[in-house]
T-cell receptor
Framework: GAVVSQHPSWVICKSGTSVKIECRSL??????MFWYRQFPKQSLMLMAT?????????EQGVEKDKFLINHASLTLSTLTVTSAHPEDSSFYIC???????????????FGEGSRLTVL | AQSVTQLDSHVSVSEGTPVLLRCNYS??????LFWYVQHPNKGLQLLLK??????LVKGINGFEAEFKKSETSFHLTKPSAHMSDAAEYFC??????????FGTGTSLTVIP
């Protein structure tokens, strides 16, 4: 089946530094990718929708200057957490929308997630 | 408008007994419906999906779900729980294939 690769799986950084997380669709082209944040024992919180070749659409309350999203190709989207602070520590997950045969058969494939710890 | 309601935030079953995780949805059109499983510190894995074909959908690891339009439900079941089934389960609905709406998740505990 389709595979989405997310890297790094775990990153620890100092406060004030920036961290980039990559999300790649390995065997299909993903026009749309999604970025989520997940707190312990909670559901996924959609942060933004990343569209190839255009600006990302951010959910209400998500700072676009803090969480930079770039979707430069049909197989790669990146999330950069800028000037990270301890409160940014979280589990970040990406997903890519596989188009399917018709728009009604599209489904999401998820990366394995990236755990960010900011000291 | 689309929405998904997972009626139980936590379900606990004994090993070898049936599992029922409930999901109700609202959708203006014919939706696609999915169940995903998430083990700790992992991404989400697709268990099964309904996309307007057979209403009883069989997935991986012995799970299945039945789409009931009259009840707007897509409950997930498994005849016999295994310890490895302990995880978080998410019900997801999509109309367009580009927007996906998640339930709040159900945490399944399997008691030995």
């Amino acid at each position: 089946g389709a595979v989405v690769s997310q890297h790094p799986s775990w990153v620890i950084c100092k406060s004030g530094t920036s961290v980039k997380i990559e999300c790649r669709s390995l065997d299909f082209q993903a026009t749309t990718m999604f970025w989520y944040r997940q707190f312990p024992k909670q559901s996924l919180m959609l942060m933004a929708t990343s569209n190839e070749g255009s600006k990302a659409t951010y959910e209400q309350g998500v700072e676009k200057d803090k969480f930079l999203i770039n979707h430069a190709s049909l197989t790669l989207s990146t999330l950069t957490v800028t000037s990270a602070h301890p409160e940014d520590s979280s589990f970040y997950i990406c997903s890519a929308a596989h188009p399917g045969l018709t728009s009604n058969t599209g489904e999401l494939f998820f990366g394995e997630g990236s755990r960010l710890t900011v000291l | 408008a689309q929405s998904v309601t997972q009626l139980d935030s936590h379900v606990s079953v004994s090993e070898g007994t049936p599992v029922l995780l409930r999901c109700n949805y609202s959708s203006s059109y014919s939706p696609s419906l999915f169940w995903y499983v998430q083990h700790p510190n992992k991404g989400l894995q697709l268990l099964l999906k309904y996309t307007s074909a057979a209403t009883l959908v069989k997935g991986i690891n012995g799970f299945e779900a039945e789409f009931k339009k009259s009840e707007t439900s897509f409950h997930l079941t498994k005849p016999s729980a295994h310890m490895s089934d302990a995880a978080e389960y998410f019900c997801v609905v999509s109309e367009s294939g580009n927007q996906f709406y998640f339930g709040t998740g159900t945490s399944l505990t399997v008691i030995p």
